[in-house]
């Protein structure tokens, strides 16, 4: 199975300061089709996962401008740009580009 | 609106069985991929299992649950569901379903708790 690294496991940020968080694959996350499968979610408290950006870079509907993604074959970057109260949760890179999806351990970004 | 709504979890003893329920309304759940994701209490998400659209037929698996759960569907009900044997404590989860790649759309969760 493929093996998704993050880091930090934990990130305290300021508001209003930019956060960053990397994702590392154990394999390439190229799919024969040319698209690379790599989503991050978001799960605030209490609440289902959310997903916040698709195939690397691609933000879904409704996620702020201030969240982005980038990266390719190995490794990714998820980045807020300014963070915001809202944003504290726990964010996940999972890659659904391997036969077996596999999720990243999680990064818990709270407010310092 | 697309909705996927859990249901059948509970409080069930190590080796015991237990068949969760996904309903689904909104999009066109016969053409789509289904996936079951967990996640133990305080724990990340881990992915379950899948079971493609009927016309491909087949299902895939984690291997802490291979040989112990199975994924179906009914797309006359648009339900898929998750039957689990053999439970163990380690099983204890919330147990969401989702399409597949896990997307835009979640359920809320239905509570699984393994324990005697």
């Known amino acids: 199975d493929v093996v998704m690294t993050q880091s930090p496991l934990s990130l305290p940020v300021t508001l209003g300061q930019p956060a960053s968080i990397s994702c590392r694959s154990s394999?390439?996350?190229?799919?024969?089709?040319?698209?690379?499968?790599l989503n991050w979610f978001q799960q605030r408290p209490g609440q289902s996962p959310r997903r916040l950006i698709y195939k690397v870079s691609k933000r879904d509907s409704g996620v702020p401008d201030r969240f982005s993604g980038s990266g390719s074959g190995t490794d990714f970057t998820l980045k807020i740009s300014r963070v915001e109260a809202e944003d504290v949760g726990v964010y996940y890179c999972m890659q659904g580009t391997h036969w077996l999806r596999t999720f990243g351990q999680g990064t818990k970004v709270e407010i310092q | 609106e697309v909705q996927l709504v859990e249901s059948g979890g509970d409080l069930v003893k190590p080796g015991g069985s237990l068949r969760l329920s996904c309903a689904a309304s909104?999009?066109?759940?016969?053409?789509?991929?289904m996936s079951w994701v967990r996640q133990a209490p305080g724990k990340g998400l881990e992915w379950v299992g899948r079971i493609k659209r009927k016309i491909d037929g087949t299902t895939d698996y984690a291997a802490p649950v291979k040989g112990r759960f199975t994924v179906s569907r009914d797309d006359s009900k648009n339900t898929i569901y998750l039957q689990m044997n053999s439970l163990e404590t380690e099983d204890t989860a919330v147990y969401y379903c989702?399409?597949?790649?896990?997307?835009?759309?979640w359920g809320q969760g239905t509570l699984v708790t393994v324990s005697s």
């Open positions: 909104g999009f066109n759940f016969s053409n789509d991929w």
């Open positions: 989702t399409t597949d790649p896990p997307g835009l759309y």
């Open positions: 394999q390439s996350l190229v799919h024969s089709d040319g698209n690379t499968y």
